[in-house]
């Protein structure tokens, strides 16, 4: 698969909370910096994602007196997880991971900053109505295809690559550059759609052009 001018890296939530020791750890999440910076220098536009929630936001399973991480309530954009506090807004758990080196990123998203409504999604919030503002970012830019690695496989990657293919941006999940949670089937789940959607799943060594 060869890169192209019009190609977008849109690298999710590599953020500590989500890395061994952080508040939502992912399993492994740290291992996915080597192959995000093998492949980045071949693409001309690199984009950030970072989960960047209020001290109270609804996804927190603490909001909720008598819920536990990891429980499902319904809101009134339908069913939402709740997650241990994490990526709350100018911690150290929100921060990029320090060894994070994509100084040619040309836009932070920051996205999950409204209390009452979660965004796994860079795209759109929960409620799969309230844009974020990327796709028109993307579209004035005319950037069509957007690759994504990241954090979590089966959450925010997954969300953004569904909603990508939604707005008509061709979608391309590099899998060995993501690490997921996999709760309740989660990682099961999103394979399903993703192959129905038409977001295509490969590994970074199958990318090509530009610099290596
Ligand atoms: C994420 C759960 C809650 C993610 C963010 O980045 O996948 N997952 N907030
Ligand atoms: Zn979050």
């Known amino acids: 698969m060869r890169i192209t001018p019009t190609d977008v890296l849109i690298v999710v939530d590599l953020q500590n909370d989500f890395c061994p020791g952080g508040q939502l750890a992912v399993a492994d999440g740290d291992s996915i910096l080597e192959p995000i910076h093998r492949i980045a220098p071949r693409f001309e536009h690199i984009v950030l994602t970072q989960d960047w929630h209020p001290p109270d936001h609804t996804s ?3 909001s909720h007196p008598g819920k536990k ?8 954009y339908g069913p939402q997880t709740l997650w241990p506090t994490h990526c709350v807004q100018g911690t150290h758990g929100a921060e990029f991971h320090a060894d994070l080196r994509l100084n040619r990123a ?3 998203l920051r996205k999950g900053f409204r209390r ?3 965004s796994y999604s860079a795209f759109f919030e929960n409620d799969r109505i309230t844009p974020t503002g990327l ?4 579209r004035e830019r005319g950037l069509t295809r957007t690759f994504f690695a990241g954090l979590a496989y089966d959450f925010c990657v997954g969300f953004s690559a569904l909603d990508a293919r939604r707005l008509g941006f061709e979608a391309v999940v590099l899998r060995d550059a993501c690490r997921a949670i996999d709760l309740n089937g989660s990682v099961t789940q999103i ?4 192959a129905q959607a038409g977001v295509a799943v490969v590994q ?6 530009a610099a290596a």
Do not use: V
């Open 60 to 62: 927190f399973a603490n």
């Open 69 to 76: 991480p990891y429980d499902s309530i319904a809101l009134a």
């Open 106 to 108: 040309e836009l932070i």
């Open 116 to 118: 009452e409504i979660d």
């Open 135 to 138: 796709a028109g970012y993307l």
């Open 191 to 194: 394979d399903l759609e993703f």
């Open 204 to 209: 970074c060594a199958e990318l090509s052009g």
